[in-house]
């Protein structure tokens, strides 16, 4: 069974910050996207980091210089690294998987881990 693990969430003051980071188990194969998302109350998920099979990385506009996304292919883990948090960070932060083969994708999800930025 593929299971994506995340750690790394806390509380942490407004100007702190925080390195999440995403395992994959239970896997034969190996991502090729891997990516971040968050979820705050009453909101949607929304994206907030991508890596794809070439390496390209996409941000949202909200997190762009403050956040660093980064893998390690050899282990299907992937990372993201949060600077200058603000209290705006707070959500849930799921990470994400995506297989592509020639009959589809198939997106795998993580559990979240609570970020919560206050002073």
């Known amino acids: 069974q593929v299971q994506l693990v995340e750690s790394g969430g806390g509380l942490v003051e407004p100007g702190g910050s925080l390195r999440l980071s995403c395992a994959a188990s239970?896997?034969?194969?190996?991502?090729?996207?891997m990516g971040w998302y968050r979820q705050a109350p009453g909101k949607q998920r929304e994206l907030v980091a991508r890596i794809i099979d070439s390496g390209a990385r996409n941000y949202a506009d909200s997190v762009k210089v403050r956040f660093t996304i980064s893998r390690d292919n050899a282990e299907n883990t992937v990372y993201l690294q949060m600077n200058s948090l603000k209290p705006d960070d707070t959500a849930v932060y799921y990470c994400n998987g995506v297989r592509r083969r020639y009959s589809g994708s198939s997106t795998y999800w993580g559990q979240g881990t609570q970020v919560t930025v206050n002073s």
């Open positions: 239970g896997t034969t194969f190996r991502f090729n996207d």
